[in-house]
């Protein structure tokens, strides 16, 4: 399959840029999947992995990678990938049972499967807010599998540099029922007012019940990191330059704009859950992971 024509409509999507990005987390997946003592699995990770000609040739057991675990890239990172995805899934699955909101809303989706994965409760809808061109492909590679969602699942093809908000409601979102949103390693590509607009957004459509899960990074200097192991490897193994694709403007305090419009809020760093879970990476110098943070936020009135 790989090296035809069968996935080139919506391989685009996936070949530069940030879409790389999601076929490296979808790579990460799949060597947690196959771990045995994985955090998450997701069995159609390395399908992804393997439609597109930019990572046919990554590895999707740990056991294919030279040195392993000691590997920066598919050790240290693609760990952090798995424990973050336990993570959020732990706060979707959570948060709709706890507030029995039904509409669930993942900005940014890329290659995400969770609406195939995981145990959704009667009545959740799962909208999945990408470029059109990421979501042609990850149509393609599920159309060819035995994938059949968990939930509804309701695609929506809008860049959220867009109006995004339209075509949400044009799909269907119903603003007086609570919802539960995730943006999982997102906000740092945006650029700083859009990284406000999505807050805003977000706030402005959600009523009491509803929450919110969100990745941040804190460095004051990306730059600081350069040379850090994670960067380094990641650039060389698979040509990704993450701080080209960072951006590097000031960013806005998200967190505390939420909670001083009523929501609460808890900010943790993702060593927080390493500790937790007994596996997942721990500080080690020059950590381009130190600045990440994980933020959740609940909505206990308008």
């Known amino acids: 399959m790989v090296g035809t024509t069968h996935h080139r409509t919506g391989v685009e999507g996936v070949e530069g840029g940030v879409g790389v990005t999601a076929l490296m987390v979808a790579a990460a997946r799949a060597i947690e999947t196959h771990r045995p003592d994985a955090l998450a699995r997701d069995v159609y990770a390395e399908h992804f992995v393997r439609a597109a000609p930019a990572s046919a040739g990554w590895p999707v057991r740990v056991q294919q990678v030279p040195d392993g675990d000691a590997n920066p890239l598919w050790g240290r990172f693609a760990r952090y990938f798995g424990l ?7 706060f979707l699955l959570r948060s709709v049972h706890r507030t029995n909101a039904r509409q669930v809303v993942l900005l940014g ?5 969770r609406a195939f994965r995981l ?20 149509h393609e590679v599920l159309d060819g599998l ?8 309701v695609p929506v093809p809008v860049d959220l540099r867009d109006d995004w908000a339209g075509a949400l409601a044009d799909a269907g ?16 590509y945006l650029p700083a007012v859009a990284e406000t607009y999505l807050i805003d957004t977000v706030d402005r459509l959600s009523t009491a019940g509803s929450a919110l899960a969100f990745e941040v990074k804190l460095d004051k200097d990306l730059l600081e990191h350069r040379d850090s192991p994670l960067y380094t490897a990641t650039a060389r193994q698979i040509g990704i330059d993450l701080l080209d694709l960072f951006d590097r403007g000031p960013r806005p305090d ?18 927080d859950f390493t ?8 500080p080690e110098r020059n950590d381009a992971l130190g600045g990440n943070r994980w933020v959740f936020a609940s909505r206990s009135r308008p």
């Open 84 to 90: 973050r995805t336990r993570v959020f899934d732990d």
């Open 109 to 113: 989706a890329g290659l995400d499967t």
């Open 119 to 138: 145990d959704w409760p009667p009545g959740c809808v799962i909208l999945e807010i990408d470029r059109e061109a990421v979501l042609a492909f990850k």
């Open 146 to 153: 035995p994938a059949i969602p968990r939930a509804v699942r």
């Open 173 to 188: 979102f119903d603003t007086a029922a609570p919802s539960v949103w995730l943006a999982e390693g997102l906000l740092f």
């Open 254 to 271: 998200s967190a505390g704009d939420l909670a001083d419009r009523g929501w609460s809020t808890s900010v943790h760093t993702p060593f």
């Open 275 to 282: 500790r937790r879970h007994g596996r997942g990476p721990l």
